[in-house]
């Protein structure tokens, strides 16, 4: 891994699913050690995931990322030690959660408040969403603004076709989608992304855009890579990410994040 020469970063954002974090869950003692000597550069290292305010901050802690953290794909921005909310970006979930019952009426629907507690109308499990979700009537979930509308469906119709073409339909722009256990479609605010909070906390900051790295694996990280002076993809991300990327690391999760790192330090 080489970086532009003469490049020295003042943030390096970090996807967790994939790239800093495996799928056992296990960060690695070498990513950790790297995170730590740019640390001391004065280098600022923070966590840029999908994930909930509850399940991202266990990850920055054992990983020693202690500062900042933007989570929900970009629509709320914490710090992580001391744990706190500081900047929300929500939306009015009503219209565009009674239209989704319309076209998938037996959908297990979530929404995520301003106060990052996740609520939905019938309990289901995902430990990398978040954790202590609420179960609450459907009308509970249409009047107050939320970061985040999370849809689930487990449908046949839904588990072959997914629910892209439900996406389509409603035109929302903010969204990720795909098939696993079950069909789903994660809704944020439109027109919000990673790359939307990391500029907000670089102009918070006094941080240069120009002098950032972001390193992910998804969909979802596609703003960030294209947003950052350096953006890094994994290596085992599906080949056409890689036209969004200016580097391409090694396919490990957690390893692929320590060759950046110890770029840097190099």
Not at 73 to 97: K, Q
Not at 115 to 120: A, E, I, K, S
């Amino acid at each position: 891994m080489r970086l532009p020469d003469g490049f020295v970063p003042q943030l390096v954002a970090i996807d967790l699913d994939d790239t800093l974090v495996p799928y056992n869950g296990m960060i690695g003692e070498r990513v950790v050690e790297a995170i730590s000597r740019v640390q001391e550069m004065g280098v600022l290292v923070v966590a840029a995931t999908g994930r909930s305010l509850s399940t991202t901050v266990p990850v920055c802690r054992a990983a020693g990322m202690l500062d900042w953290a933007v989570c929900s794909n970009g629509a709320l921005l914490a710090r992580v030690e001391p744990e706190s909310i500081v900047e929300t970006i929500s939306f009015e979930p009503g219209d565009i959660l009674l239209q989704v019952e319309q076209l998938v009426p037996d959908g297990f629907y979530a929404v995520e408040g301003v106060d990052g507690v996740f609520r939905t109308n019938r309990a289901f499990t995902n430990n990398a969403l978040t954790m202590g979700i609420l179960e609450v009537p459907f009308e509970h979930l249409l009047s107050e603004p939320v970061i985040r509308l999370v849809v689930r469906s487990e449908a046949s119709q839904h588990m072959e076709e997914g629910l892209e073409p439900l996406a389509r339909a409603l035109g929302l722009h903010s969204v990720v989608f795909g098939i696993g256990d079950v069909a789903w479609l994660d809704i944020g605010p439109q027109g919000t992304s990673k790359a939307t909070m990391l500029a907000r906390l670089c102009d918070r900051l006094g941080l240069d855009q120009g002098r950032t790295i972001a390193i992910g694996d998804s969909m979802n990280d596609i703003a960030m890579l294209e947003w950052a002076g350096v953006g890094v993809l994994m290596g085992h991300a599906d080949a056409r990410m890689r036209q969004h990327a200016d580097l391409i690391t090694g396919p490990v999760p957690g390893d692929g994040v320590a060759e950046v790192l110890d770029a840097i330090t190099a």
